[in-house]
């Protein structure tokens, strides 16, 4: 059984930075791909970014130039760096794990079996 605690939201100003960490716990295959999610209050669940345990990346068109993901094996720990906020980033971020990294890679959330319980991410202007 895999667990994701996510941590690191807050409420900041319009062109702030936050940096969300995620922490595994539990057994992970050797492949697999992890991601970032998020959820704005009455609007549909939208992928945000993706890893896989060879290091291959996605973005959606929302995040590019602006969050970074990245992981830290030896900490068993996932991240989304994010920079350039935006009120309409405000939203509920998840972290979410998958062995299916096609699917993952695509942000396709229905692929995702592992959810954290996320964390709030509020942008002011």
Known sequence: QVQLVESGGGSVQSG???RLSCTVSGYMPGQYCMAWFRQALGKEREGVAS???DGTIGYADSA????TISQDNARNTLY???ND???EDTAMYYCAATD???S?????GGAFRYWGQGTQVTVSS
Not at 64 to 67: E, I, L, T
């Open 16 to 18: 702030g930075s936050l």
């Open 51 to 53: 890893i896989d345990s």
């Open 64 to 67: 590019k130039g602006r969050f």
């Open 80 to 82: 989304l760096q994010m």
């Open 85 to 87: 906020l935006k009120p």
């Open 100 to 102: 299916d990294i096609y």
């Open 104 to 108: 993952g890679l695509a942000l396709i």
